[in-house]
């Protein structure tokens, strides 16, 4: 197929860019949404890009955000370029132009609000886009210190901290799409986010945040930790751990933070998310959105039990062994009985009793591995469906397919293995290093069945017929396997069992 030139080349509201084909679609690449945030913009929300004259090419990614190179989740690429001046996105469209504007797609990557990037084979869209019709943006969002802790108290008249850098730069490129979408192809009043473990939980979050109204029109998350958004006091003591790594005195503190180099944010960082803070507070994430009262006014489960969320169509789920990828191989929930004894104490004591008598053969390896799953992603989504389908259609899910190499390998359904699913990623790398003993035909017809529920609320408002809608009497879950079947509130004894829980706050 010929391609007109002249189609790649698109006018935005700072200058034309021009773009490739690659794999089958039109995509341009590292498109900044926003200025770079260095030098008197670190550690402050996003600020409009700069203007270019001429044509930009946009045939690459944009540099990916500071973060370990060690191996992570999320695989990110160890030769990757990285630097702060990371906030750019990526937009991917079909071959030909059509008619009219199509539905947009817009992705938030996971990693613990620690690793990943838009550059990531998986994440490139282009099963979606050619197969779905729609337009896919992908986006780079600051990560780690640089965007998930709070230093404001260490601000000074003279240099001002901001809080929720992420969040804002993903809200910065929801903007973007606003302005610039439709002369992509895109339709700007019909743009869906989806997210993942981290991305989930920033999806559910912006879902709480006023200033995220009439961005985006559906929302799907996949294993958000929905409660993993914390008070002030809580992220000031993880900014004085985070000082105290670094050997820096908080009268030093100003200094430190602007100047210094970003990978010795990273390295800190790393140390206390995966050493310090998951021992001194077991349950809780030392990287994540804050409650600062102003962006994010209150804690997102409290806002959607009060009918407080943006009332957009909601598809959320959990993985069915949430919990068995982080046992094995990341140490950051408390998929132990001493992190979980702990936990309680520091948190709820009175909880303690009642929740483990929901998982009979307590305190054995796998039903703390399963509290540790169910504290973290599953029941914080019981929470948000139970509060978000009192004001806008809501839809639940569990994703329990495994191929037989998950099985013997002890993982189960478990955590960022449904991510190459939806994407359709299932000819590549991990996908087929996971289908050595089989299960091929079946993980490629789950994958049309998964994707295709995406596909459907982007079009349609709703994930596809035969999927009724969750509410507070009958609990409707989707559970995603061989053949799909519709469950009434699974496991009502531990639902029951964590209400009124909610960890550290």
Not at 149 to 154: K, S, T
Not at 388 to 409: E, G, Q, V
Request: net charge neutral; charged share 20%; with cysteine.
């Amino acid at each position: 197929m010929t391609i007109d030139v002249a189609s790649l080349v698109v006018e935005t509201s700072n200058g034309l860019v021009q773009g490739i084909v690659d794999d089958g679609v039109r995509t341009w690449r590292g498109i900044p949404y926003a200025a770079a945030p260095v030098g008197e913009l670190r550690l402050r929300a996003p600020q409009p890009p700069r203007s270019w004259s001429g044509i930009r090419s946009a045939g690459k990614f944009g540099p990916v955000p500071p973060q370990s190179k060690a191996p992570s989740l999320t695989g990110t690429l160890r030769k990757a370029p990285m630097a702060e001046d990371c906030l750019s996105l990526n937009v991917s469209a079909p071959l030909e132009p059509e008619d009219g504007l199509l539905p947009v797609l817009v992705y938030l990557y996971g990693g613990a609000f620690s690793s990943g990037s838009s550059a990531e084979p998986t994440y490139r869209g282009t099963k979606l886009v050619r197969d779905g019709r729609v337009l896919y943006v992908s986006l780079n969002y600051r990560i780690g210190a640089l965007g998930f802790m709070d230093f404001r108290a260490y601000s000074t008249p003279e240099r001002q901290f901001d809080a929720n850098m992420g969040l804002r730069d993903q809200l910065a490129a929801l903007e973007w799409v606003q302005q610039n979408i439709e002369a992509f192809g895109g339709n700007p009043a019909n743009v869906t986010v989806f997210g993942e473990s981290a991305g989930g939980l920033a999806l559910t979050t912006l879902m709480c945040v006023p200033a995220a109204r009439g961005l985006f029109h559906q929302a799907y998350a996949q294993s958000p930790a929905s409660s993993a958004a914390y008070s002030p006091a809580i992220h000031a003591a993880w900014a004085a751990d985070l000082l105290e790594i670094l050997g820096v005195p908080a009268s030093a503190a100003v200094e430190a933070l602007t100047t210094m180099p970003a990978a010795k944010l990273v390295n800190a960082t790393r140390k206390l998310t995966t050493k310090i803070g998951p021992v001194k507070q077991p349950g809780s994430l030392s990287v994540s959105p804050v409650i600062d009262g102003d962006f994010l006014p209150r804690h997102p489960i409290d806002a959607f039990l009060a009918g407080e969320s943006l009332p957009v169509p909601l598809v959320l789920g959990t993985m069915a062994q949430e919990g068995a990828l982080f046992a094995k191989v990341s140490n950051i929930l408390p998929s132990t009985p001493e992190r979980i004894e702990k936990m309680f104490a520091g948190t709820d004591p009175l909880a303690r009793d009642r929740v483990v008598a929901a998982y009979p053969g307590y305190p054995s390896r796998r039903r703390s591995v399963e509290i540790s799953g169910d504290l973290v992603f599953w029941y914080p989504s019981q929470m948000v469906a139970e509060g978000h389908s009192r004001i806008a259609p809501t839809w639940s899910y569990r994703y329990d397919y495994a191929t037989p190499a998950m099985n013997l390998l002890g993982f189960g359904a478990t955590h960022s293995f449904d991510v190459p699913v939806m994407f359709g990623d299932i000819n590549t790398g991990t996908a087929r290093a996971l289908t050595l003993l089989g299960g091929t035909g079946n993980l490629k017809a789950l994958s049309e069945r998964f994707q295709g529920s995406l596909l459907s609320l982007a079009k349609h408002s709703h994930p596809g017929a035969g999927w009724p809608a969750y509410d507070e009497f009958h609990r409707h879950t989707r559970v995603f396997d061989k053949l799909d079947r519709i469950e009434s509130d699974p496991f009502p004894e531990r639902r029951l069992a964590w209400s009124g829980y909610r960890g550290y706050v």
